[in-house]
């Protein structure tokens, strides 16, 4: 399916011409990532560059639409934590500003490694992995249920 979206991806070669259309069209292949197992950033990727967004242009939208979720995910966590009743000392609550930076910063760090092996290559080593990863577990599975692991 990569293949078949990187001949449709001509349009939109950097993430500044991405239009709102195009934009919901990738939001509505983030949904698929609700299905266990599914790739959130890998569907983006591809409903982006079936949208006809360049590889580059659909990683980097990627990654910019992770934000407002990473941030959601976060207050509902917190919402829920403070509505528990469950209070923070200060020292908790440094330790969760140092992981959080710290945090922050890899991810800067990661997705400037990651943009960069994507202008040069394609997703075909990523698809490989999944498909691997996918064995070995299903692999495991089937061998515990056999009763042949321990």
């Known amino acids: ?33 609700i299905i266990p197992g599914t790739s959130r950033s890998g569907a983006t990727i591809i409903g982006g560059m079936l949208a006809g967004c360049s590889r580059t242009a659909a990683a980097e939208f990627t990654f910019f639409l992770a934000i407002p979720i990473m941030f959601g995910w976060g207050l509902v966590k917190c919402i829920k934590f403070v509505a528990a009743g469950i209070a923070m000392t200060s020292t908790e609550i440094l330790v969760l500003a140092v992981g959080i930076i710290t945090a922050f910063a890899m991810s800067v760090v990661a997705i400037k490694f990651l943009m960069g092996y994507i202008k040069k290559n394609d997703f075909t080593a990523f698809g490989w992995y999944r498909i691997v990863v996918g064995v070995l577990v299903l692999g495991y599975f089937v061998f515990e249920s056999m009763g042949m692991l321990p």
Not at 7 to 33: M, P, R
């Open 1 to 33: 399916m990569s293949d078949e979206a990187e001949v449709i991806a001509v349009q939109d070669h950097d993430v500044d011409e991405i239009d709102w259309k195009t934009a919901l069209k990738i939001g509505c292949f983030q949904v698929l990532a």
